[in-house]
């Protein structure tokens, strides 16, 4: 009977070191499965960020941020400074008409005061 136990407790303790590796073995297949699933989030991010510096080159005119000083441009492209110029001389012609007009009005206005004293 005494090898008997001894049998038992050698399955038992076989049974246990069956239990740990299909433990080890199932821990294993979650991280992996965790792995996966992070790359792809990853590979996402990296996706959306690469839209997100492409669309932001576009929108710079496609300077880039490489100018040198390692910051981010922040200057105009070419067409928005043709654009401003045109709005400029448009503002300027706008601006000489009203201060035509307005010195018109005050000769008028003073002259009408003199013609009334």
């Known amino acids: 009977c005494y090898l008997g136990s001894t049998g038992e407790g050698k399955m038992e303790g076989q049974i246990k070191m069956l239990q740990a590796k299909i433990s080890d073995l199932e821990s294993h297949q979650q991280f992996q499965a965790d792995q996966a699933a992070i790359q792809a989030a990853q590979s996402d991010m990296l996706t959306t960020l690469r839209n997100i510096r492409a669309a932001m080159s576009a929108a710079s005119g496609g300077s880039g941020c490489g100018n040198g000083d390692g ?4 200057g105009a492209s ?4 043709q ?4 709005e400029n001389e448009k503002l300027k012609k706008i601006n000489a008409k009203q201060q035509y007009r307005i010195t018109h009005l005050v000769r008028n206005l003073e002259e009408t005061q003199i013609e009334e004293s």
């Open 78 to 81: 070419s067409k928005e400074l």
């Open 71 to 74: 910051g981010s441009g922040g």
């Open 83 to 86: 654009t401003l110029k045109e």
